[in-house]
């Protein structure tokens, strides 16, 4: 890309022309890869990280996919510092300057938002050396084993403590705490086994929690010490995660912000810009009744930049997550313009029930709290002074899937080594399932 | 930062972690196999079409919502409206007729894997042996034997014919006047040349006897057909050709074709010795047991008219396990009770005589894996 004569800007001039628009950027190294590299980061989420054989089948789902002309990736974007920007190797030089663009309002957006604030600054070295580890135990307890276990902490992955109480929209002291001894050197070798040596605790005071994932590293009786690596190992992972579950709307709609701001600015020629003008528009529009984040995301941030100013806009990309993203700046105009609906089921139809910006708006929020995963705490970890796990689901009005809740506890189980329940309401009526070994019971409160 | 950085071009996890995806779902398929053979999607299919099973134990369970109980939010260009429908809900994805558990209608999409017949083969015969194979002596599984028979113009120089190119180029010359050898000429040359000897091959004979009897209501002919479907195809990879003969019986035996072996009902009495008999004649007949592997399987419901004749049937099938390979026996009934045919039967303590029973859907597996089991006799 860097050759003498290349008719497109390079890497450098792009970056100059973002911070020049106020744009913070880190060092960002762009690798050009083939599409078997680029899927297999996108099925791992990020490069480097530990083998598991749900990669495997995102894998293979993502190539397929590619391989029949549906859905491309262009880039891939790691939010690392330096960040890492992975460009697919068969991208015209018209799209990687269109990527490029896109790259550096991820990057931004990564360096400013206050959730990715607890972020380890190098996943990719934390990841790998999670591999290595995984590798070792593979070598020393067997494939099936490792596997198993990964299979019972990757079912609840999503229940860790992804934030604090979000009560002033300021930097988290409290996860900034947690991170202080994670940030001194390599976060992967916190004393886990000397955490895992520790008892159950039977201190009322710290339940309830809200990090089931931590709270079985802690106070498992059915994990040996390097099982107990393994989990906090997943859990410390899906910390990296949540904050980009978190802002995927926000994320795509800042970066499709600035990859069209910056391509207008570019000298590009006539042709290029309307070729140009069609990418763009095919990366915001909608497929198969899905919310398009990338047109939604773009959409908003253009209305509060126009209703009220460049500033404002700088600032909700910094303070909000999703949630209040649309909470805030969902309107009436944009729900109307993009042609948002509420769909649903009606019988055995897939229904249009409405196009009301306020049920919209109300049903996104609902979709996008706490990632569209139901929350969940442990309320005790010594129920009937047995050492039993008691969670309670906190139903918000959407009943769980029964099926999975009872396969899902069955995971949670083995890792908790005791019986373990789980409080929720099925069709209004509150009902207590309990796992123990393979067997389940449902018993109705 | 540059050490623990991985060198991108090395990537491979991806591709080793699809093929532990794969080996899962060979593993899962391998668990279901009882329930998949018994699937009539999958006999039914063509070779090559795939269908769709829903493999339970590769699904990522979470802590999930259920999946349609609440609204969701869509975009579109324009084009719908309230009360318009877009779409339908999945059909529910259930593994054949087996019934799930109760309390399992939410889960509604199970990763599914798109199968063929002949993947379900593969680990269906993987586990599967064919004991008692006897090397007949027109070789049972032989090469197509090659015979230099023919002389050709033009060839390979090493197959020249000496003998045939000297003679042809003395005759050109001796036509021309001097019969003697002169300078050669391409067209003097003679190769010898091969052709593909059709060899008769004796190869496998499947014998399958049905009571078509009153007795034999429609499971009963579902069973058996599913049963001769998998024997059939078993023993079609294992040897080059299998000849089956259909025997249907009720008092009287005769052989049909193969549509009307499955179809058949006839009211009416049995007496089982007819089949045997008749099978023992065909056998003597046309398919000598010394170029012939002879595989005779009878499907009843173990009904049988007469003490007397369950005697002679007993002898009958002494006489055919002489000839036979194995000599097989399932009893396809509903009920529990157990027949007089089965008594006498069991009084055959024969290891090349399989009796199999057969009472609901998933004994078919176990049946199939008694009549053929893996040992190390059997490869």
């Known amino acids: 890309m860097n050759t003498v004569t290349s008719a497109y800007p390079d890497d450098r001039v792009i970056a100059e022309l973002a911070q020049s628009h106020g744009l913070k950027l880190c060092p960002v190294i762009f690798e050009m890869v083939p599409a078997s590299v680029l899927y297999e980061f996108a099925a791992y989420l990020i490069p480097g990280r530990m083998a598991h054989w749900s990669f495997g089948k995102q894998y293979q789902l993502l190539k397929l996919r590619y391989d029949y002309g549906l859905g491309k990736l262009y880039e891939m974007v790691v939010n690392t510092n330096p960040a890492y920007a992975f460009l697919l190797e068969s991208n015209s030089s018209l799209e990687n300057t269109m990527v490029r663009c896109h790259v550096f309002g991820h990057v931004d957006f990564f360096q400013t938002n206050y959730v990715f604030e607890p972020t380890h600054c190098n996943m990719i070295d934390v990841v790998s050396h999670h591999a290595d580890r995984i590798r070792q135990y593979e070598f020393q307890y067997g494939r099936v084993v490792v596997e198993a276990l990964l299979d019972s902490a990757m079912a609840i992955e999503e229940h860790v403590d992804w934030a604090p109480p979000d009560l002033s929209g300021l930097p988290p002291a409290r996860a900034a705490n947690d991170r202080g001894e994670a940030d001194a050197g390599y976060p992967d070798l916190k004393p886990a086994a000397a955490k895992g040596s520790a008892h159950r605790s039977t201190r009322a005071s710290e339940y309830p929690a809200w990090d089931l994932l931590d709270i079985i590293v802690r106070h498992s009786d059915g994990l040996d010490s390097w099982q107990r690596d393994v989990v906090s190992m997943v859990r410390e992972e899906m910390q990296y995660f949540w904050p980009q579950i978190r802002t995927k709307i926000m994320n795509e709609g800042w970066a499709t912000y600035w990859h069209i701001r910056l391509m207008q600015e570019l000298d590009l020629s006539d042709s290029d810009y309307v070729d140009y003008a069609r990418l763009s528009a095919a990366v915001t529009a909608p497929h198969d009744f899905q919310i398009n984040p990338y047109g939604l995301g773009v959409r908003v941030f253009e209305d509060i930049s126009r209703r009220f100013g460049e500033r404002e806009m700088f600032f909700c990309r910094e303070v909000e997550d999703d949630v209040s993203f649309v909470r805030n700046h969902l309107t009436q105009e944009i729900v109307d313009d993009l042609h948002l609906f509420v769909f649903g089921r009606d019988q055995q139809n897939v229904v249009v029930k409405s196009k009301d910006w306020k049920i919209v708006r109300d049903q996104l929020l609902h979709e996008l709290t706490h990632g569209g995963v139901p929350v969940i705490s442990v309320e005790d970890g010594d129920f009937h002074h047995r050492g039993e796990l008691y969670l309670l689901h906190h139903h918000d009005g959407v009943d769980l899937d029964l099926p999975y809740a009872e396969q899902t506890l069955k995971h949670v189980f083995k890792l908790w080594g005791r019986p373990v329940h789980l409080d929720t309401v099925s069709s209004g009526r509150r009902m207590v399932l309990t796992a123990e070994g393979d067997t389940i019971t449902q018993v109705l409160v | ?379």
């Open chain 2, 1 to 379: 930062m540059a050490p623990s950085v991985p060198d991108w071009s090395l990537q491979q996890k991806g591709a080793s972690d699809q093929r532990r995806h794969q080996a899962k779902i060979r593993e899962a398929l391998r668990d279901q196999l009882g329930e998949l053979i018994t699937e009539d999607a999958i006999i039914t299919s063509e070779g090559g079409r795939a269908i769709k099973i829903p493999v339970r134990s590769l699904e990522q369970f979470k802590f999930r919502f259920h999946p349609w109980e609440s609204d969701r939010v869509g975009q579109d260009q324009g084009q719908v409206k309230p009360g318009d429908i877009i779409g339908r809900l999945p059909v529910k994805a259930k593994s054949g007729s087996k019934g799930d558990q109760a309390g399992e209608e939410a889960g509604t999409d199970y990763y599914e894997v798109e199968v063929t017949l002949e993947d379900i083969e593969d680990l269906l015969f993987s586990e599967l042996g064919l004991p008692y194979l006897r090397q007949k002596p027109k070789a049972a599984l032989p090469e197509p034997r090659l015979e230099f028979k023919d002389v050709a113009r033009r060839g390979l120089m090493g197959n020249l014919d000496k003998r045939r190119s000297l003679r042809a180029n003395l005759l050109r010359h001796a036509k021309a006047g001097r019969a003697e050898l002169g300078p050669w000429h391409p067209d003097d040359l003679r190769f010898r040349t091969w052709i593909q000897e059709e060899v008769e091959e004796h190869n496998a004979v499947v014998i399958a006897m049905r009571d078509i009897s009153g007795s034999m209501g429609d499971f009963k002919k579902q069973m058996s057909r599913l049963f001769a479907f998998w024997m059939m195809r078993f023993l079609r990879r294992q040897y080059r050709s299998v000849d089956v003969v259909f025997l249907v019986h009720h008092t009287q035996a005769r052989e049909v074709s193969e549509q009307d072996f499955f179809q058949l009902g006839e009211s009416g009495g049995t007496k089982v010795s007819s089949v045997y008999e008749l099978c023992e004649s065909v056998i003597a007949s046309r398919y000598p047991s010394a170029l012939w592997n002879i595989y005779p399987i009878h499907f009843s419901d173990g009904d049988n008219w007469s003490d007397a004749d369950n005697r002679r049937t007993v002898e009958s099938i002494q006489r055919l396990l002489i000839q036979a390979n194995v000599v097989g026996y399932a009893e396809i009934r509903e009920g529990g009770y157990s027949s007089t045919l089965m008594s006498q039967f069991s009084k055959i303590v024969h290891p090349r005589f399989c009796v199999v029973t057969i009472t609901g859907r998933d004994d078919l597996y176990p049946a199939l894996k008694a009549f053929f089991p893996r040992t190390e006799q059997g490869k």
